[in-house]
């Protein structure tokens, strides 16, 4: 089996902005696709899709000139072959990022090519199921939030997530309202999302957030200062009795370690769509776990992101959660083989061969890209 070419299909949809209450008014979706003279294809997403599609296709494009003629079954000898070539100029960063989108349309082959599941290559299922958490929360209007959040309650999660980024008045309102909501049976995690905004809370400001959450028994505050701003990470997490998670939008070890050198995490959050691919994000775990820092594997994007953390997942032992998130980006249900099926609260761990996600042709068609449609429009 050799690669004959790899391709990056850019797909954009509009997002409905009073939905989502955010600035983002279209999504575009990369999706790099290895193709084999076999026949057997594989898929991976890069998260960056959403605001820098166009450098996603080309590096993928300069990485695919590595690869043809190569068999895409040695993922790890082409993952260190793509990621040897741009130690000089990309060590970090999308140039990683693009490298784990790869890697993982890699173990998609390889795991269809033996007609198994990805985390069978991984070390093999260690849960037959695990909890998943809906995360959204995403409106400043409450009463959007009351009933969104009731929703979730009625199809059954017992884990939610929200976002806070407003005055801490209308934070505290938010969330106590999300307890009321969500009663004392289904967990709540918190979002500040300060890991991409410009203006970020100083640790003092999030630390005044920590409070109510304390009150109320939230299980994890997410991103409560800039994305670089280890000390004040560390300075929340000394003073809350609330664990700290962080570092979505960290890519590779060296990002991650960081983190852990300023004792800034309690949980941390890769990403094989992201932080590198899966073997990446498996080392950032290793090195997590070995500082007593917990793993929650992040997914906000497409279907082949969120399988591609869930194989992660159902392989890593201490996996407790899954990120399931209710954008309601159309790139979810149309590239997954088999349904999001919710049961109790949990997933099941899949069946279908590799990472289980399709691009049907007619997907392509419906959702072409638009340029200058991005994060920043």
Avoid at 38 to 55: F, K, Q, R, T, W
Avoid at 115 to 136: F, M, Q
Avoid at 282 to 294: F, P, Q, S
Wanted: glycine share 10%; charged share 25%; aromatic share 10%.
């Amino acid at each position: 089996m050799q690669i004959t070419a790899v391709d990056c299909h850019l797909m954009t949809t509009a997002m409905g902005v009073p939905a989502l209450g955010t600035d983002i008014a279209h999504w575009t979706c990369a999706v790099v696709e290895v193709k084999t003279d076999a026949g057997v294809n594989g898929l991976g997403e890069c998260y960056a899709g959403l605001s820098a599609p166009e450098a996603v296709r080309s590096l993928a494009a300069l990485y695919g000139e590595l690869l043809v003629g190569e068999d895409p079954r040695r993922v790890g000898f082409l993952y260190e072959k793509m990621k040897s070539k741009c130690l000089f100029w990309g060590k970090a960063g999308l140039p990683l990022a693009v490298v784990g989108t790869i890697e993982n349309a890699l173990w998609d082959i390889k795991g269809k090519a033996m007609d198994v599941p990805v985390y069978e290559l991984l070390g093999g299922r260690s849960h037959d199921r695990i909890k998943v958490y809906a995360s959204g929360g995403l409106s400043s209007d409450l009463e959007v939030t009351k009933d969104e959040l009731q929703g979730y309650v009625d199809r059954g999660f017992k884990a939610v997530k929200v976002r806070v980024w407003d005055t801490p008045e209308h934070d505290e309102r938010k969330l106590r309202l999300a307890r009321e909501v969500l009663g004392d049976d289904v967990e709540l995690m918190v979002d500040a999302v300060m890991g991409h905004n410009p203006r970020p809370w100083s640790a003092k400001d999030a630390l005044r957030r920590a409070r109510v959450m304390e009150e109320l028994g939230v299980r994890w505050f997410e991103e409560p200062c800039g994305n670089t701003d280890y000390a004040g990470y560390a300075y929340v997490r000394e003073h809350t009795s609330v664990p700290i998670a962080g570092g979505e939008s960290a890519v590779g070890v060296a990002d991650f370690e960081r983190f852990f050198e300023a004792g800034s995490l309690d949980i941390a959050q890769p990403d094989p769509a992201h932080s590198g691919g899966i073997i990446e994000t498996l080392r950032i775990a290793t090195m997590a776990r070995a500082r007593g820092v917990k793993v929650a594997y992040h997914s906000w994007g497409a279907a082949p992101c969120l399988w591609a953390n869930y194989h992660v997942g159902f392989a890593d032992p201490s996996c407790e959660y899954l990120e399931f998130p209710t954008h309601g980006l159309p790139f979810i249900d149309a590239m997954t083989v088999e349904p999001f099926d919710l049961i109790d609260g949990y997933f099941k761990a899949p069946t279908a061969p590799g990472l289980g996600v399709c691009l049907p042709s007619e997907l392509i068609e419906q959702y072409p890209y638009q340029p200058h449609t991005g994060f920043w429009t």
